[in-house]
């Protein structure tokens, strides 16, 4: 029943989900970005969803998540600054990595610019020291991102 549901309404659902113009973004932009990340035009995350094991060997290994430890779909969302979801992309089995999802999903191809910079918190290994300067980016970056969850 929901999934005959979801075909119905999924017309109607997508065109909700559109890229803002960039004036629209920067209009609308938090005053907490504007400091920093003033030309912020998405914010993207990647989301796990649980699945029921697959019957079929090669269908398990695809959707199996060694973060979740279950066999899961990935979906990489984006949304503006202020939270208008701007981007869903379809569902991909848990295995890909973050990186690979961002590339195949096509998150590129709507980009409004082709000038773009990817702005994400600095890794930190366990073998390394952090710098200063990396962890006052990653608090800079987590304190945006507390604002939104």
């Not at 990340?37 to 959707?63: G, R």
């Not at 979801?85 to 973050?98: A, E, L, P, Q, W």
């Not at 961002?102 to 390394?128: H, I, K, M, W």
Request: proline content about 7%.
């Amino acid at each position: 029943m929901f999934k005959k549901t979801l075909v119905q309404v999924e017309p109607d659902l997508k065109s909700l989900i559109f890229w803002p113009s960039s004036d629209k973004i920067k209009y609308y932009l938090p005053i907490p970005f504007r400091a920093h990340y003033s030309n912020v035009q998405s914010i993207i995350d990647c989301l796990e969803i649980q699945i029921q094991k697959p019957t079929e060997p090669v269908k398990q290994a695809l959707t199996w998540s060694d973060y979740k430890k279950c066999n899961t779909l990935k979906y990489l969302i984006s949304c503006t600054p202020d939270g208008f979801i701007n981007f869903v992309s379809k569902g991909y089995g848990g295995r890909i990595s973050d990186s690979l999802l961002v590339e195949e999903s096509g998150y590129f191809d709507v980009l409004p610019t082709v000038n773009c910079q990817l702005v994400r918190p600095p890794s930190v290994s366990s073998a390394e020291k952090p710098t200063k300067t990396h962890v006052l980016e990653s608090k800079r970056i987590a304190s945006l991102h507390i604002l939104f969850t």
